[in-house]
Structures are given as structure tokens and as C-alpha cells.
């Protein structure tokens, strides 16, 4: 497993991050499909011993559940200093009115609550898990800062919001010599690449680093399109994704299907595939239920498409509206 620069950052991540949102407490919040510790288990001892040193969770993953599993096993499983614990903050973590946003209260208690969470003292990369349009950005930004001095946290990124708001929030940061991101978590796959437009422009001409999360379109790209799946039948935010543009979303999952048949490799493999070969990306985030999966996901690492099958993949494509913000 090789390691990725973040940007030009002095971070590195290894070339495929393992997404911890499968895991937490089943039924508790937004994700009743989540797996318990001792089924996460499995993965992170797979991850670990195939070289991937990143991990992303976010404190409001099974309100806190996730940041608690993936804390203690990788302080059982490994060296703290050798692998890359990246969270996140907005969203609720509880019934609280003071438990959602940026505000200065919220992101000093948050950094406490995830630290805690975590087991560890310092978090490598923190991120804002959206932009908050009801707190200042500079009210944001020099809390950010602050948890950054404090050594509590060693780097920023930011995930899913309009290229326009991430760079006012860059600039405003660089202008007033607070700590400037070093990387934007977005919604990127063969389904949704609207990021291409702006956003990925912007982070490479920035030297911002590139995490794609849905690299495999929740799962749309992984099996026949009609197919379902407990995840998909409950998974909420899910349910409102990949809905402009059926007809296309078809022929491209199709195209993806034929090439894994032409390979012998899973269709998975061939999405995340193209998704890593993108100039822009850094690595991609990639989340199981089963352990196979994972194992499928690391071994695509490895898997190269050739131009025709490029082309193959990003030929039916058609614009839509940015998701997931």
C-alpha cells in the first residue's frame, strides 16, 4: 500500500483510507446497518495488515459509537504515532441545540468530546463535516486555529460544500494567518462528478488534497441496478442520492459491469478503480459491512483501466446538481 501526500502538505495518507461509518452501535442513529465492535474487528486487523495506515470517522457516526470503536482497536491493534486518524464535527451527536454547527462552543467542546472518544491526546485530520451559514466564517476558522495550537489537532480539511465556500473559507484563514486546509473530503464517483467542475480545479491549483467519499455510488455500482440491500433500504441520506438522472446512471453501472465481466475483477473494483486514477484524488474512502469487501477494495488498488475503458465508463455521464451537501 503506497502513501499519498496530502496536497502540499507534509501529511501522507495511504492510498485507501478505511471509512469507519460501518461501524458503531446497530439502531443508533442514522445507521441501523452499523456493525458492532466486535465484527469491526475484523476489519481493522485486514486494514492494517494490507498497509493501510488512514482511518476517517466523525463524531456523529453512531453518535460517537464509530470514534469509540475505532479508538480502542487501533490502540490495541497499533502504534499511535503510525497511522492517520482523520474525524469530523457539524452534525447532532446528541438531542441538543448546542451539539450542531461551527460555532466557536461547539467546535471546542466537539475536538474534547472526540479526543475522549478516540482515547488518543491529538487528532491528525480534522475536518468540518459542512459549512455552516449561520456562524462567521472567521468565528469558525479561528476556533479551528486555536484547537490546532493548542496541539490538540495537526491538520484541517473540510467535506462536501460548494467550491465557493470552501474558498472563501481558505482565503479568509490565509488573510488572517490562521491554519489554512490542507484537504476536502467530497462526493466523488462515476455517478456523481460534478466536482470535476469547480472544486477539484480549485483544491489542485490551492494544493489542497482530494478524499472521495461514495466512491462506489453507495453500492450502485456494485451490483445490478434494481438490486437492493438492507443498507440501501434504510440508509436515509442514501435514499435521496443518485435520483437525476436514472436512464444515464444505468447505462454508466452497466458499462462498469461489463468491463469487471471482460477483467474477471468485481465491479467494485473497476469503480474504485477509475475513481483512484483520477489526477485529482488523493485517495479514496472506502467503507464495508463485509470483510470481503474491503479485501476487494485493496486489491483494486492495484487494478489499472486501460483509456478505452475510461472512456467506456465516462461516456453516458451527464451533468447534474451537486448532492450531498
Not at 448546542?98 to 479526543?115: C, H, M, N, P, T
Not at 478516540?118 to 475536518?127: K, W
Not at 462536501?160 to 472563501?168: D, L, R
Amino acid at each position: 500500500m503506497k502513501l499519498e501526500r496530502v496536497g502540499s502538505s507534509g501529511l501522507k495518507v495511504s492510498e485507501l483510507v478505511l471509512g469507519c461509518m460501518s461501524f458503531g452501535t446497530p439502531g443508533t442513529g442514522n445507521y441501523p446497518w452499523s456493525l458492532p465492535e466486535s465484527e469491526a474487528r475484523a476489519f481493522f486487523e485486514l486494514a492494517l495488515e494490507s498497509g493501510i495506515t488512514t482511518f476517517d470517522t466523525a463524531d456523529a457516526y453512531s453518535f460517537g459509537a464509530s470514534e469509540e470503536i475505532t479508538g480502542r482497536l487501533l490502540g490495541e491493534l497499533v502504534n499511535r504515532d503510525d497511522v492517520v486518524i482523520c474525524t469530523k464535527t457539524f452534525f447532532p451527536t446528541r438531542e441538543s441545540a448546542y451539539a450542531r454547527g461551527l460555532s466557536r462552543k461547539r467546535i471546542i467542546e466537539a475536538v474534547d468530546a472526540s479526543l475522549r472518544r478516540l482515547g488518543t491526546d491529538y487528532i491528525d485530520l480534522y475536518q468540518i463535516h459542512r459549512f455552516d451559514p449561520e456562524t462567521p466564517v472567521e468565528e469558525t476558522l479561528t476556533a479551528l486555529h486555536d484547537v490546532v495550537k493548542a496541539g490538540k489537532v495537526r491538520y484541517l480539511g473540510a467535506s462536501s460544500m460548494a467550491a465557493w465556500q470552501f474558498a472563501t473559507l481558505q482565503f479568509t484563514a490565509k488573510l488572517a494567518g490562521l491554519t489554512p486546509f490542507i484537504a476536502m473530503q467530497d462526493q466523488y464517483n462515476l455517478l456523481q462528478r460534478e466536482e470535476e467542475r469547480e472544486m477539484h480545479p480549485f483544491c489542485a491549483d490551492q494544493g489542497i488534497g482530494v478524499l472521495a467519499w461514495s466512491p462506489l455510488a453507495r453500492g450502485r455500482l456494485t451490483r445490478d441496478w434494481d438490486a437492493t440491500s438492507e443498507r440501501r433500504e434504510t440508509d436515509r441520506q442514501g435514499s435521496r442520492l443518485y435520483r437525476q438522472a436514472e436512464q444515464t446512471d444505468r447505462e454508466i453501472a452497466q458499462a462498469v459491469a461489463e468491463i469487471a465481466a471482460d477483467r474477471g475483477v468485481s465491479r467494485a473494483q473497476v469503480a474504485l478503480a477509475w475513481v483512484r486514477g483520477r489526477k485529482a484524488v488523493t485517495a479514496p474512502i472506502v467503507g464495508a459491512t463485509k470483510r470481503q469487501h474491503l479485501a476487494e477494495a485493496i486489491e483494486a488498488m492495484a487494478l489499472e483501466l486501460t483509456t478505452d475503458e475510461i472512456a467506456r465508463l465516462e461516456a453516458s455521464y451527464a451533468p447534474r446538481k451537486p448532492e450531498g451537501y
